[in-house]
């Protein structure tokens, strides 16, 4: 349910713009990651952080694409969203006992923290650079080439990347799901 939630204002937003275009597909996307917030509320109990920050640039870029007829505006949100996960995820290793991402899985899955902090850095680079990779699409290709590259571009990468992390996580991974459930 959470990747539904996750996943279908951009997988509406893809729809409406191959059928309405830019603007009705932008309109759409935050009124639906508006729908998500809530729904994510309704179901977990409280408000994700990440849905909040998500719409709330969402909402401001938008907005802007919308009513100035502009449509960089939303081509910027995947760079912004992108960056600040970067500098979260780099900035963890500074801050605290544990890293990021050892702080969302780390119950879920235990690992040595030096472990955490190899792969909370590549996280950190890899949305770094999928921050200028949206920049670099935006302003070089079609706004048609920079959609489809946003939804199924970064998907793919996405998930192609965190299977490239199995390897090198297997212990870890087959020892967690060896465990039984608490």
Not at 109 to 114: G, S
Not at 141 to 163: C, D, P, R
Not at 164 to 172: R, S
């Amino acid at each position: 349910m959470k990747i539904l939630l996750e996943a279908g204002p951009l997988l509406a937003f893809l729809i409406v713009y191959a059928l309405a275009g830019i603007y009705a597909a932008t309109a759409v996307m935050v009124a639906l990651s508006a729908l998500a917030l809530f729904a994510g509320r309704w179901i977990e109990g409280h408000y994700s952080g990440l849905s909040m920050f998500t719409l709330v640039v969402s909402s401001v870029l938008g907005g802007l694409t919308i009513t100035l007829r502009d449509p960089t505006f939303i081509q910027y949100k995947p760079t912004i969203v992108f960056a600040a996960f970067a500098l979260a995820l780099g900035a963890s290793h500074f801050v605290g006992e544990r890293v990021a991402l050892q702080t969302l899985f780390g119950k879920v899955l235990p690992m040595p923290d030096p472990l955490w902090r190899r792969v909370n850095a590549l996280w950190a680079i890899y949305f770094g650079i999928h921050a200028v990779l949206n920049l670099y699409v935006a302003y070089h290709y079609s706004l048609q080439t920079w959609v489809y590259f946003k939804v199924f571009g970064f998907g793919a990468a996405t998930v192609l990347f965190g299977l490239l992390h199995v390897p090198f996580l297997w212990p870890q991974l087959r020892a967690a799901l060896r465990r039984p459930a608490a």
